[in-house]
Each structure stands twice: as structure tokens, then as C-alpha cells.
């Protein structure tokens, strides 16, 4: 994280990977807010929604990624 600056905030859903302990303390750690949308209102945050269906339907769902940085290099 040299060099990166942290986000103050971070919006995301209720999704099963964003409300594990560990990125919650993570967050806290870092003094960074977790804003979560509200469950089953996907019109709460509609740009992040469409490009999450977009990458999954165009990428994720075509593509076997063998780690997490052939997965960044490929998108990237």
C-alpha cells in the first residue's frame, strides 16, 4: 500500500465478500467507512451494479483466472 492513498469511504452491497470481519477491521484499521447499500435495493448504488453484471457477464464468467494477479493483469 506504499504510495497508494486509502479511500475515505467505500460503497458496496451486502454481498457475502464485503461483510466479512476481516475487511471490517481491515476498514477500521484504516480509518476507512464501509457504506452498505441497503439488501435488495440494487437501485441504491446503479452504476457499480451494472458494471459488477457487466465485468461478471463479459469476463469472470468467460475466463479461469489461475491467481488473483492473472485476474488483475488480464483486466487491467
Known amino acids: 500500500m506504499l504510495g497508494k ?6 460503497q458496496t452491497d451486502n454481498g ?3 461483510i ?3 475487511l471490517d477491521k481491515w476498514a477500521y484499521e484504516h480509518r476507512v467507512t464501509m457504506d ?6 440494487p437501485t441504491d448504488n446503479p452504476v457499480i451494479e451494472s ?3 457487466s465485468l461478471r ?3 469472470l464468467n468467460i ?3 489461475l491467481s488473483l494477479e492473472d ?5 487491467e
Open 36 to 41: 452498505f447499500s441497503r439488501p435488495g435495493k
Open 57 to 59: 457477464d463479459e469476463c
Open 20 to 22: 466479512s470481519k476481516s
Open 51 to 53: 458494471f459488477n453484471g
Open 71 to 75: 485476474a488483475q493483469g488480464f483486466v
Open 5 to 10: 492513498r486509502l479511500p475515505v469511504r467505500i
Open 16 to 18: 457475502s465478500e464485503f
Open 63 to 65: 475466463h479461469w483466472f
